[in-house]
């Protein structure tokens, strides 16, 4: 079993992606704590380790493959942000550019018939669909609870009983 040379920087790059979305989660968490959305943080911090796992996931998957693995280099993601609603446009957004991505490598693996890596981006396909269902939801809960103090209060309290479990970092 090996991946072709293409199919090993999709990846690679995918790894980069996944790095870089847990960076951006990362920023996104440590604004809402020092805007006073301690909801919102503790989502967004989980969330930020969720990718970490994602990029593990990828890295592994190249090693078992013979392909080694690139560790990126970390950017500075975006820092300022002017409002909750505006964070989880932006994590909407950037939800849809990892789908892009990852649907890019199906195409991949269809026309080199890599049935490998097609089964093992399944789990991120659906990832995907749940992932960018879970910010529009949220993003509608705008609509539906207003945008005052009191409606963003009550959305915080939402993104903290549907904060991802968060990943035990000492265990
Ligand atoms: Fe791993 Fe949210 O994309």
Redesign the pocket.
Known sequence: MKISPKMKKSLNDQVAL?GA?SNSYLAMASWCEVTGYEGAANYFYAQSD??RT?MLKIIHYLNDMGAASTIPAIQSPLSTFKSLEGILKIALK??QT?TAAIHKMVEITQKEKDHSTYAFLEW?VN??VQ?ETKFETLLQKFELIGRDKLAINEIDKILAAESPTPVDSTA
């Open positions: 996944e979305a969720e990718e994602h950037n939800e990892v991120f990832e995907q992932e």
